[in-house]
Antibody, heavy 119, light 107 residues
Framework: EVQLVESGGGLVQPGGSLRLSCAAS????????MTWVRQAPGKGLEWVSV??????????YYADSVRGRFTISRDNSKNTLYLQMNSLRAEDTALYYC??????????WGQGTMVTVSS | EIQMTQSPSSLSASVGDRITITCQAS??????LNWYQQKPGKAPKLLIY???NLEAGVPSRFSGSGSGRDFTFIISSLQPEDVATYYC?????????FGPGTKVDIK
């Protein structure tokens, strides 16, 4: 069974940092395009970042709203995707999902991890 | 950056009704358009990819069509388990954008 499990969310003060993890089973993170999508409370979905497969240069892209503050990466030995979030703002408060990007469609999703930025 | 609009923002229909949701892109996106269903408290689920392709395991009452800027999502016979918010999503120039969503419930 293909499964993604996010962790690492929590309460952080504005300006702080947090690293989210997404542990994969049943799929190989390095062989897939992997993405992060977030959803603020009561709001819609917002794409955050994507990392291409190793075979496609592990290229990364970011939404304008997080570029320069967030970094997507992966640890192939742990089959885990990460999202390092720095300089956090109140507007980053959201449920963060990781997902597999299959030809630009997100076909496997985790259950999400909640990030709250507040003093 | 391409913007996506969806209409209606919400709808209420009876079991068995045919419902239609439209999604419009601010510029031509060919068929790079996907549809997701999100039930309350759950992660989104991919229903339709590349505008008109039904994801494996998704009931055939769901369908999608369109190309260019205008897209349509149809539930041919609304079922109680279809209560959810539906999102379109596009991909263009390494950026992904979701529509604002359409909330569907049962009358």
């Amino acid at each position: 069974e293909v499964q993604l499990v996010e962790s690492g969310g929590g309460l952080v003060q504005p300006g702080g940092s947090l690293r989210l993890s997404c542990a994969a089973s049943g799929l190989t993170v390095s062989s897939n395009y992997m993405t992060w999508v977030r959803q603020a409370p009561g709001k819609g979905l917002e794409w955050v970042s994507v990392i291409y497969s190793a075979g496609n240069g592990a290229t990364t892209y970011y939404a304008d709203s997080v570029r320069g503050r967030f970094t997507i990466s992966r640890d192939n030995s742990k089959n885990t995707l990460y999202l390092q979030m720095n300089s956090l703002r109140a507007e980053d408060t959201a449920l963060y999902y990781c997902a597999r990007d299959r030809a630009n469609a997100f076909d496997v999703w985790g259950q999400g991890t909640m990030v709250t930025v507040s003093s | 950056e391409i913007q996506m609009t969806q209409s209606p923002s919400s709808l209420s229909a009876s079991v068995g009704d045919r419902i239609t949701i439209t999604c419009q892109a601010s510029q031509d996106i060919s068929t790079y358009l996907n549809w997701y269903q999100q039930k309350p408290g759950k992660a989104p689920k991919l229903l339709i990819y590349d505008a008109s392709n039904l994801e494996a395991g998704v009931p055939s009452r769901f369908s999608g069509s369109g190309s260019g800027r205008d897209f349509t999502f149809i539930i041919s016979s609304l079922q109680p388990e279809d209560v959810a918010t539906y999102y379109c999503q596009q991909f263009d120039n390494r950026i992904y954008t979701f529509g604002p969503g359409t909330k569907v419930d049962i009358k």
